[in-house]
Nanobody, 119 residues
Framework: QSQLVESGGGLAQPGGSLRLSCAAS????????MGWYRQAPGKQRELVATITLSGNTNYEDSGKGRFTISRDNAKNTVYLQMNSLKPEDTAVYYCNAYYFLGAKKTNYWGQGTQVTVSS
């Protein structure tokens, strides 16, 4: 059973919006920094945005000003609101959770959700 389950991908027109959701198990969500990555065909997986337990956010240049990451601690869910979508945003988007126990980093990944931006 996957610990992270994404939803909300699909087809959007350029300039449109989509909201991705990632539901996590409580045991992971309550100790993890959450993030979204994406992987376009023929490219490496890249970071999109992260949000810490305290709500501090970080965005890569690709999504700054257009994407918003948030987390709902009551629902153990992290979201990625994507506005002003561009064709180059087309990719499989993956939810990520990570935490450290001492020096050891533990990562969890979702199964991915396809986002296609096309007219």
């Amino acid at each position: 059973q996957s610990q992270l389950v994404e939803s909300g991908g699909g087809l959007a027109q350029p300039g449109g919006s989509l909201r991705l959701s990632c539901a996590a198990s409580r045991s992971i969500f309550t100790i993890s920094t959450m993030g979204w990555y994406r992987q376009a065909p023929g490219k490496q997986r890249e970071l999109v945005a992260t949000i810490t337990l305290s709500g501090n956010t970080n965005y890569e240049d690709s999504g700054k000003g257009r994407f918003t990451i948030s987390r709902d601690n009551a629902k153990n869910t992290v979201y990625l609101q994507m506005n002003s979508l561009k064709p180059e945003d087309t990719a499989v988007y993956y939810c990520n959770a990570y935490y450290f126990l001492g020096a050891k980093k533990t990562n969890y990944w979702g199964q991915g959700t396809q986002v296609t931006v096309s007219s």
